[in-house]
């Protein structure tokens, strides 16, 4: 995002005035509103428009979840830790997909209803879906997250169990599980770097890095 500050002085009797561009940190849009919430409707709907076959639809549904991903690419590292944050922005992209989706279907015009756009705007929680890897199918049974910024640590609404191991191709740890967790919007800060500790039933713990700032 970037705003126009005019500043203005006088010099020698002569009022002047000049424009600064100012880079504006973007942050998770905790309080959106219904006019932005249709805008970001119609985002999600525009690139699935454009995808006529099996594969565009997979690389829309991948680039979807490349915005809100926090930690490692799973392109470039498949066992890496990662969250991906379903932000409200996320909700709605992802619904603008569906309507996009039924439009074709039905062969006419789907748009979600206000009330039903409302409920999205008034969830309470954030919710990250966690990917991790360990040596056995069984590996994240138990396992606990919280949030770490600065000296406060936040703890989640509640915790999913953790889906039972699938196993994995190629190098690297044998098994791939995924859980998700649910945080309440006003115990964090949504502009803070944050750490997402991980703990694990046998005393391990792993952080993953994620700059709130950058996420919408």
Known sequence: MRLMLIRVFIFSGVLVS????????????VDLK?????KALAAGRAPMEGANNPEDVKKVLQQA???????????KDPCGA???????????ESFGRQESTESKKQKHEVRMPDDKIQKILDMPNLEMSIQL??????????????????????????????DKGRKNEGQGPAYRSR???????????????TKIL???????MLEVDADLSKVK
């Open 18 to 29: 000049w424009m600064v561009a100012v880079n504006v940190a973007q942050a998770i849009d």
């Open 34 to 38: 219904m006019d932005e919430a249709k």
């Open 65 to 75: 979840a490349v915005v809100t991903r926090v930690g490692a690419d799973p392109e």
């Open 82 to 92: 990662n969250a991906v944050l379903r932000t409200k922005r996320y909700w709605l």
């Open 133 to 162: 890897c360990g040596d056995d199918e069984y590996f994240a049974e138990g396992v606990q997250v919280a949030l770490q910024q600065g000296s406060k640590t936040i703890k989640p609404v509640d915790v999913s169990p953790a």
């Open 179 to 193: 859980f998700t967790s649910r945080f309440a919007y006003d115990s964090f800060d949504p502009t803070a770097k």
């Open 198 to 204: 991980i703990y694990f039933q046998d005393g391990k």
